[in-house]
């Protein structure tokens, strides 16, 4: 039953679990951070980037992240895109092994 402070279609909130927000607010501190290491983000900005894209695909992705702004968000994504992906760079050095313990059953 839904008690007169609870939003309809809303469940109770999970203790320690972060708001999507937050953790969009979290993934893009961390590219920033990412990138930084790496120097991709030393210099003055000087480069300019022009593009046209969708209105709804630039509302959806500063929705998803929490940037307001444009540039910001063009930042944002670059730095993503120009970071190496761990995942793919394992899956590359590891293809066709399997672990030492790894038995395959028949």
Do not use: C, W
Request: hydrophobic share 40%; proline share 6%; net charge positive.
């Amino acid at each position: 039953m839904q008690t007169t402070t609870q939003k309809a279609g809303a469940g109770p909130r999970r203790a320690g679990r972060a708001s999507p927000s937050s953790r969009a607010n979290l993934l893009h501190a961390a590219v920033f951070e990412s990138a930084k290491e790496v120097g991709l983000l030393q210099g003055e900005r000087t480069r300019h980037v022009s593009f046209r894209a969708p209105p709804a695909l630039v509302e959806a992705a500063m929705r998803e992240t929490g940037v307001t702004s444009a540039s910001e968000l063009g930042i944002l994504a670059l730095a993503a895109l120009a970071q190496p992906d761990p995942v793919s760079a394992f899956m590359r050095q590891t293809k066709g092994r399997l672990g030492r313990d790894h038995k395959l059953d028949y």
